[in-house]
């Protein structure tokens, strides 16, 4: 595996028009990595944890995540991603129709990266996915130690 394998975008999004539209976003900000969609915080989880396809077996990720999922609430999938030991550095961006200050303020002391609230502004998004496209270009694997 090289080091310049391409970050895949994972999208924890239950609203398929926003998922339509975030993509559409990200594909106008010239990101062309390959993007995952997932309509709930389980089927997300799940392959963030255990698909042989998602980033524990497979390299880098970002994850888009949306706070007000059917199953569960964002915070918690932000928690158990950042309290994990393997998969706490990835970037986490939360999309969100919430702009409560409290609850941004725990997202951040939970350890996402970017907040962004719907519906997006497309040019803060496009603001946010190019610093994001600068941060995809530097992820680097990690280094694989031998069994």
Known sequence: ???SQPVNIVMIEDDEGH???IEKNIRRAGINNP?????DGTSGLNFLFDDPEGPLANGPALVLLDLNLPDMSGTEIL????????LHR???VILTTT?????????????????????????NFADAIRQLGLFLSVIQLPDREGP
């Open 19 to 21: 998922a339509r539209l």
């Open 99 to 123: 702009d409560d200050k409290t609850e941004i303020q725990r997202c951040y002391d939970l350890g996402c990266n970017v907040y962004i609230t719907k519906p997006v502004n497309y040019e």
């Open 35 to 39: 993007l995952r969609h997932f309509l």
């Open 90 to 92: 990835i970037p986490v």
């Open 79 to 86: 928690s158990r991603i950042k309290s994990d030991e393997k």
């Open 1 to 3: 595996m090289s080091a």
